[in-house]
């Protein structure tokens, strides 16, 4: 490792996370606050770790994001896409297991648009005969 930070961009559904990672002992920031405080949920606090623990390497980078856009969980899963690039700057060896994973290629579901004359992207109004 010659560099001492790493940067990935993590993209999922409207949220955007820049990541960097820096040799250090596990800590989350994310926009200024903690992983615990920002995130809230704990599904979504393992969706974050899933890098570090397919990879080995639990514990061993402090992670600062900055991510807007989109809600919590979309949020949470840019993070996660960002770290899983942000890793592949530190060792080619990470390729592999986050390729299996699938957490290098971005997760390019959105959401359909709501179409005119409709209620929403496929629903429609209730239809009456008279």
Same mark, same amino acid.
């Given at each position: 490792?010659?560099?001492?930070? =790493?940067?990935? #961009? /993590?993209?999922?559904?409207?949220?955007?996370? *820049? @990541?960097?990672?820096?040799? !250090?002992?596990?800590?989350? &920031?994310?926009?200024?606050?903690?992983?615990?405080?920002?995130?809230?949920?704990?599904?979504?606090?393992?969706?974050?770790?899933?890098? =570090?623990?397919? #990879? /080995?390497?639990?514990?061993?980078?402090?992670? *600062? @994001?900055?991510?807007?856009? !989109?809600?919590?969980?979309? &949020?949470?899963?840019?993070?996660?896409?960002?770290?899983?690039?942000?890793?592949?700057?530190?060792?080619?060896?990470?390729?592999?297991?986050?390729?299996?994973? /699938?957490?290098?290629?971005?997760?390019?579901?959105? @959401?359909?648009?709501?179409?005119?004359?409709?209620?929403?992207?496929?629903?429609?109004?209730?239809?009456?005969?008279?």
């Amino acid at each position: 490792m010659a560099e001492s930070t =790493f940067y990935g #961009t /993590g993209k999922r559904k409207t949220s955007i996370a *820049r @990541v960097w990672l820096m040799a !250090g002992d596990g800590k989350i &920031q994310i926009n200024k606050k903690g992983a615990d405080e920002y995130l809230g949920r704990e599904t979504l606090k393992m969706i974050i770790q899933q890098p =570090f623990e397919v #990879t /080995g390497t639990t514990g061993q980078f402090d992670v *600062r @994001v900055n991510v807007n856009g !989109g809600g919590v969980s979309g &949020q949470a899963g840019a993070i996660k896409h960002g770290i899983s690039r942000a890793l592949l700057q530190v060792s080619d060896e990470h390729r592999k297991p986050l390729k299996k994973a /699938g957490y290098i290629t971005r997760d390019a579901r959105e @959401v359909e648009r709501k179409k005119y004359g409709q209620r929403g992207a496929r629903a429609r109004f209730q239809f009456s005969k008279r």
